[in-house]
């Protein structure tokens, strides 16, 4: 690289471009200049700002709960034969003991507690082509809320199953659920 | 030996990131220019600086971005501008990161001034300000002999003055000269310090029609000619407004029209702001359901309009907008017109949130609510789960009752039941409101929300006079 001085083959000067002090001494003189532009033309306008704001500003942008996109599937879905996909039972772990869909795996869905990040990781880790998560069935759906959850934490592919562990028992013949050992 | 900053191919890409980045952030100090409010606004929503520097920050720094922005187009100082533009990318890419990490859903403000709708932070976001500031890198580091005012200075043999040159090869001409450039410089410098600091700044006119700035007019006739009001009236506001004595409803949408106008809201925009109020107030789709404590009203019980707002104690908007229309419904605008229900949302992402809740419940149950809740959102930066018993005995609870109360299942198991409820309502974030059930769904500035519910307010009252 050529540095501050060097000539070139032509005997010219090779930095027409200046160096890092320079170009810091011009960044600042840049900003010195555009700064005193700005305020003059702040002080010219007649919307032009106070220098310092004494009441706070309105900063008025909803919270959101973190939740991300998951799509609803039938209870009779193919997904629950494939092995390639995590089945998640989001519902009470006294429910899951009494009944489960086979291989499903239980994460209690908690409406105020966040799910535990150490969860989160194994689901994330657990090279699952997609989640399919179902839940309690009721309104709002425990199964829908997690999935949503964990879809907001950044898992992708996430189902839950419509209407949720009633819909599946329901129609054990075709999802081919069976109670838990 | 030549070396890779050598190749004479950079200074053609380096062209085409000049330019790039040039167009980039012209289009970006456009209208954070000619709105330093509305820019000043996106930098406070950031909550990164304090509240004694945002308006500098948002006079000055769109200016920069203008300048940096000529110069990289031009070739001119081409270093100094890749600098800055390297810079400020870093200073933007850092504060989009800290608004994420702490949740936000808002507007990035780098084409001031969308909304978090049409223009949101995500990781998206800050991969796109990486991108820049690795041009605004290349340039900076490889682009050696520019295309433009720098190069033809190189090719004409000139070299910038500055420290590489020989000082004591310096005339004493040209330090005098350079003195007195100097010395203009500072004066020049202090005088707008001066000038900046002491000329009263005029502040933006009331957002209403009568006081519009001359050159919103032409706006304000051109879509009032264009647009109808949703309700009172099924002409054009300009014809609406032509009436002997137009209606209230028609007066209230059309000080908002010039409340968008004089904000630099589009046509579009304003199109789409007329229809978000009207969802917020025409009957329509299916009400909402509250199962309400009466422990939790605010303002007169048998105001003919019911306002319901789901709240998160550690929602920052939440304390703004709650504690503007407590203010409202018990001593403003809406007393004796609107009664406000408060239901408790805790957002997983808020720590404190389930605690807060919890102290809301708790003062509920002991009849002292909204004492709390005021306290509480009152004393929001100095929030912890310790500082609620202290709170509750301030306002006049006694300290183990409230403990117990919070430490009640039945608190927590209703503090579950009033976010099952939210999310059957399809409440997604706080604060969330509702009016006579139908989701308020329009802008969230507590005076925009009282001119909402003072319009449902004379709904109510003009249908029960048909009836």
């Known amino acids: ?181 | 030996m030549k070396s890779v900053f050598d190749w004479p191919g950079h200074r053609l890409i380096a062209l085409g990131a000049r330019i790039y980045l040039a167009a980039v952030f012209l289009a970006a100090c456009h209208h954070k220019i000619l709105d330093p409010r509305a820019f000043a606004l996106d930098i406070a929503t950031y909550q990164i600086l304090p509240l004694q520097l945002v308006n500098l920050m948002a006079i000055v720094l769109p200016w920069i971005e203008l300048g940096a922005a000529l110069a990289l187009l031009a070739a001119w100082r081409t270093r100094a501008a890749a600098l800055l533009i390297t810079g400020m990318m870093v200073m933007f890419t850092v504060a989009i990161s800290v608004a994420l990490a702490r949740g936000l859903d808002m507007s990035c403000g780098c084409f001031a001034s969308k909304t978090a709708t049409e223009d949101p932070i995500s990781w998206h976001t800050i991969v796109r300000d990486l991108g820049w500031m690795m041009l605004g890198l290349y340039v900076l580091l490889f682009d050696r002999t520019p295309l433009g005012i720098d190069g033809w200075h190189q090719s004409k043999g000139h070299r910038w003055k500055g420290k590489e040159r020989n000082r004591h090869a310096m005339t004493r001409q040209t330090k005098k000269t350079r003195d007195r450039i100097r010395m203009i410089i500072f004066l020049g410098f202090s005088v707008t310090l001066l000038v900046g600091a002491f000329t009263p700044p005029a502040f933006a006119q009331a957002p209403r029609c009568e006081a519009l700035a001359p050159e919103h007019e032409k706006t304000k006739r051109m879509l009032f000619a264009e647009l109808h009001p949703y309700d009172g009236c099924d002409e054009t506001f300009e014809r609406c407004l032509a009436t002997k004595s137009p209606h209230p409803a028609v007066l209230r949408q059309a000080a908002d029209v010039c409340r968008l106008i004089a904000s630099g809201k589009s046509r579009d925009e304003i199109g789409r702001a007329l229809i978000k109020r009207a969802q917020s107030l025409l009957p329509g789709g299916k009400k909402a359901s509250f199962l309400l404590d009466e422990a939790t009203i605010a303002g007169d019980p048998n105001a003919p309009v019911q306002a319901v707002v789901y709240a998160c104690a550690r929602c920052p908007f939440c304390r703004v907008v709650v504690l503007a229309l407590y203010r409202e419904v018990t001593e403003g605008s809406l007393k004796g017109k609107v009664r406000l229900y408060f239901q408790p949302f805790p957002l997983k992402s808020h720590e404190g949130s389930i605690e807060g809740g919890l102290g809301m419940l708790a003062a509920a149950s002991l009849g002292k609510f909204w004492p709390f809740l005021t306290r509480l959102y009152e004393d929001y930066d100095a929030f912890s789960a310790e500082r609620l018993s202290q709170w509750a005995v301030e306002v006049g609870m006694d300290e183990a009752t409230f403990k117990e109360t919070m430490a009640n299942p039945i608190t927590r198991e209703t503090l579950v039941a009033s976010k099952q409820e939210g999310l059957r309502n399809m409440v997604d974030g706080t604060p969330a409101v509702f009016i006579d059930g139908r989701r308020y769904v329009y802008e969230l500035q507590p005076s925009v929300i009282t001119d909402v519910l003072l319009e449902a307010h004379e709904s109510v009252i003009a249908a029960r006079r048909k009836q």
Not at chain 1, 32 to 43: Q, R, S, Y
Not at chain 1, 85 to 102: N, P, Q
Not at chain 1, 150 to 166: C, D, E, Q, S, T
Request: charge should be negative; proline fraction near 7%; include cysteine.
């Open chain 1, 1 to 181: 690289m050529r540095g501050v001085g060097s000539v070139d083959a032509r005997g010219r000067r090779a930095v027409a471009v200046s160096s890092w002090p320079i170009a810091l001494r011009d960044a600042g003189l840049f900003v010195l200049f555009t700064g005193m532009l700005a305020i003059v033309t702040n002080a010219l306008r007649e919307d032009g700002l106070p220098w310092v704001q004494k009441e706070a500003y309105e900063i008025l942008v909803p919270c959101p709960e973190t939740t991300g996109e998951t799509t609803a599937v039938r209870p009779d879905t193919p997904l629950f034969l494939d092995a390639r996909v995590l089945i998640i039972d989001g519902r009470h772990s006294r429910d899951f003991e009494k009944w489960h869909v086979e291989r499903a795996i239980n994460i209690p869905f908690d409406y105020l507690e966040p799910t535990p990040s150490d969860v989160i990781d194994r689901t994330a880790s657990s090279r699952a082509r997609e989640v399919l998560v179902y839940g309690d069935g009721k309104d709002p759906d425990s199964g829908e809320q997690l999935a949503r959850e964990l879809a907001g934490k950044g898992i992708r592919n996430v189902h839950f199953v419509a209407g949720g562990a009633p819909a599946i028992m329901a129609i054990t013949n075709v999802a081919d659920p069976r109670a838990a050992p």
